[in-house]
């Protein structure tokens, strides 16, 4: 369900991560932090290390949240689910059975204590009904209201750490303060600090500063980009400008041109795993990076 990991100005703080809109995680997946967010729908057998705070919270069956559990809406909670802290919902609480919740809860709200349709199962249902009473236009709507663009997407067996964050499917990454080493599949990041280092296939560092170094098979430098420390890779594209302070090291070559037009699918938004570079010079070169 979720193909790719997505921040979108996200500001990682001491112990938690601060969202500009809304947080999806999906299933089996592992935050040390806390989470303060819009809307967050969490995953199955997902564990959150901190407090969660939102205006409305989801939380499947089996999943841990390691502090309190703040909802400012409606809050849905599985069965089995764990909550460390205190609950305390402002709107309408749903909640399953079999949940552990260390300090009380606190509900303003209707209480109804049976087990909350899993998010998949609930939209599936919702729009079978919609299709059978012929509401083809309100399945439009509601697919739209769904887009909603979230600041954080997290896939599942996804793992946010203090000192890294890994996932197995790509990373887009924009206008965001991270801290900690990235690995991922392919990552486009954009106007953005990383405190630590980033490690992929195909790496595109567009108008950032990363304190670390940056390590894959294809890598550009965009935009008076700087790492901190070395860049290292099968090939390197670097616009005059970036700075890169512990060396470049390349198998097959580094190539430092005044710019470097990326082509993608995505247009302005850049995003990773097209590889296909198109220099404003005399020489193309195609650098896949897969």
């Known amino acids: 369900m979720?193909?790719?990991?997505?921040?979108?100005?996200?500001?990682?703080?001491?112990?938690?991560?601060?969202?500009?809109?809304?947080?999806?995680i999906g299933q089996n997946s592992k935050v040390d932090y806390g989470i303060l967010a819009k809307k967050l729908v969490v995953g199955e057998r997902v564990s959150i290390g901190g407090d969660v705070i939102g205006d409305e919270i989801r939380v499947?069956?089996?999943s841990t949240i390691g502090g309190d559990l703040v909802s400012k809406g409606d809050a849905y909670i599985g069965e089995f689910a764990g909550i460390d802290g205190k609950l305390t919902v402002y709107g309408d609480l749903e909640i399953g059975r079999n949940v552990r919740i260390k300090n009380g809860f606190e509900a303003?709200?209707?209480?109804?204590?049976?087990n909350p349709a899993s998010v998949v199962f609930f939209l599936l249902l919702y729009l079978m009904l919609l299709f059978r009473l012929g509401k083809v236009e309100e399945v439009f709507n509601l697919v739209e209201d769904v887009e909603l663009e979230p600041s954080l997407i997290l896939p599942e067996k996804c793992?946010?750490?203090?000192?890294?964050?890994?996932?197995?499917?790509?990373?887009?990454?924009?206008?965001?303060?991270?801290?900690?080493?990235?690995?991922?599949?392919?990552?486009?990041?954009?106007?953005?600090?990383?405190f630590g280092s980033l490690k992929g296939r195909e790496v595109?560092?567009?108008?950032?500063?990363i304190h670390g170094?940056?390590?894959?098979?294809?890598?550009?430098?965009?935009?008076?980009s700087k790492v901190g420390v070395h860049v290292r890779g099968d090939r390197v594209y670097m616009e005059k400008g970036c700075i890169v302070e512990g060396g470049i090291l390349a198998r097959d070559g580094v190539w430092?041109?005044?710019?470097?037009?990326?082509?993608?699918?995505?247009?302005?938004?850049?995003?990773?795993?097209?590889?296909?570079?198109?220099?404003?010079?005399?020489?193309?070169?195609?650098?896949s990076g897969r």
Do not use: H, W
């Open 2 to 24: 979720l193909e790719k990991m997505l921040i979108r100005k996200v500001k990682f703080e001491e112990r938690s991560i601060v969202a500009n809109g809304d947080v999806l």
């Open 159 to 194: 793992s946010v750490g203090v000192d890294r964050i890994f996932t197995t499917k790509n990373a887009d990454i924009y206008d965001s303060r991270i801290l900690g080493t990235i690995r991922a599949r392919n990552i486009y990041i954009g106007g953005s600090e990383v």
């Open 204 to 209: 595109i560092v567009d108008r950032c500063e």
């Open 60 to 62: 499947d069956s089996f």
């Open 108 to 114: 303003r709200g209707l209480i109804t204590i049976q």
């Open 213 to 224: 170094s940056v390590e894959g098979k294809v890598i550009y430098l965009l935009n008076s």
């Open 256 to 287: 430092l041109k005044d710019s470097i037009e990326l082509k993608t699918d995505l247009g302005e938004k850049l995003g990773v795993g097209q590889g296909e570079v198109q220099e404003n010079v005399s020489e193309s070169i195609s650098g």
